[in-house]
């Protein structure tokens, strides 16, 4: 059986983990209905990252058969993430052409040469100790909201098109909040912000504080899928909450390694992980540090391996 018939993309499959995370949806809003708000927004969070996964997924085009499912689902769970579909794809596809060089690497030149002043330094070290997703919120605006950004690393991306994108969604966003403001309040927001908590955790654990080189202005050429393993990092929880939950986007070696294999698939890939850490193992040791020094630095200059 070859690759490509073997991990080729499955509705079925792709149609379970959506029905995961309406699940956790329905149920979070029901128990936040029925006055377990806490609980019930916990789940309603879950809701929110697999929305971002999902984004993400989609955005590969190999997670339904059809590229019309992956582009409709596509912009639907941008929507939910507040992402722009279309800059979502161009920047993300520019992240895995150039992981492995900070520079050249859309996700990651912001953190070559840091030149924040002191309350910005504050705002990032008090966020990183109070678990408040600011970093999450700056990948998101840095990255996906930002014309200049994507005018320079996608230039042949139509700039209109992400503008106009990007209105839709903040007003159909901002009219929805408008006239239903007190079942948002509820029902939705406490989630929504969860969910960026949640994906500080996951998204940071997969580049930040590890050795990437940088290109100083050199001709380089990409690195291969394959060897941008070393430039990832994946963590470990347990089989049913790295399916079912994460959709195997803790995984991020295997993902670099085989962007093109859909995450249902991703775990039955038989490969070497050399930087996969148990979840608290690396949250421990990523919290001793500060948040300038964790995302910031790298572990050549720090001298500390997570």
Known sequence: MTYTVKYKPCNLKACLF???????LVIGIFMTHQGYWILGQLLVGVFFLQSFILLHETGHYSFFKGRGLNSFFGHFFGFLSVIPFSSWVDIHNQHHKWTGWRDKDPTTTGTVNPNHGKAVRFIVNISWVLFFPIFTIGYR???????KKIKQFSPKTNLDYVLMNLLLIWMVWGVGLFLFWDEAIKYIIGGFV?????SDLIILSQHSHIDIPVSKGKAVRPIKYINQIQYTRSIS?????????LFNFNLHEKHHAFPGVPAYFLGKKEMDEPNKRPFLNYLLKAKLMTGEQFIF??????????
């Open 18 to 24: 959506l029905f995961s995370a309406l699940l956790f």
């Open 141 to 147: 605006v840095g990255n996906y909201w930002n014309l």
């Open 194 to 198: 969860l969910g960026l908590a949640y």
């Open 237 to 245: 929880f347990f089989k049913l909450l790295d399916y079912w939950v």
């Open 297 to 306: 630095s790298t572990s050549k200059n720090s001298g500390k391996e997570i």
